[in-house]
């Protein structure tokens, strides 16, 4: 099990910027695949991005592309979501998540169903 600290969210106007961190505890933290999500009042949870567990390769949803990077550091334990140019639709608890299980290189994991270890969120609120 990997127990898992999300920081670094707030209120900022559309346009800015914000940097999520979450910090994990757990041996197998550097071995696998790790993830934000969000989830918007009134709204089911979305997957945002995720990163391999060498850090070296990223996906990102569509609707976040070329304004989001998720990034790593497994020294640290840290894995970072930074989000520029926020739009007001970008208001939500975002959620940090890593998976415990077979980690194969060549999946892309973005369901929640692939991650069961889950911090407790950090607000995000982009004012217009």
């Known amino acids: 099990q990997v127990r898992l600290v999300e920081s670094g969210g707030g209120l900022v106007q559309a346009g800015g910027s914000l940097r999520l961190s979450c910090a994990g505890v757990g041996r197998t933290f550097s071995r696998k695949s790790m993830a934000w999500f969000r989830q918007a009042p009134g709204k089911e949870r979305e997957f945002v991005a995720t990163?391999?567990?060498?850090?070296?390769?990223?996906y990102v949803v569509n609707s976040v592309k070329g304004r989001f990077t998720i990034s790593r550091d497994n020294a640290e334990n840290i894995v970072e979501l930074h989000m520029v140019t926020l739009k007001p639709e970008d208001t939500a608890v975002y959620y940090c998540?890593?998976?415990?299980?077979?980690?194969?290189?060549?999946?892309?994991?973005?369901?929640?169903?692939?991650?069961?270890?889950w911090g407790q969120g950090t607000q995000v609120t982009v004012s217009s």
């Open positions: 990163v391999k567990p060498t850090g070296g390769r990223t």
């Open positions: 998540a890593a998976r415990s299980g077979v980690e194969l290189p060549t999946v892309i994991y973005n369901s929640e169903r692939d991650y069961d270890n």
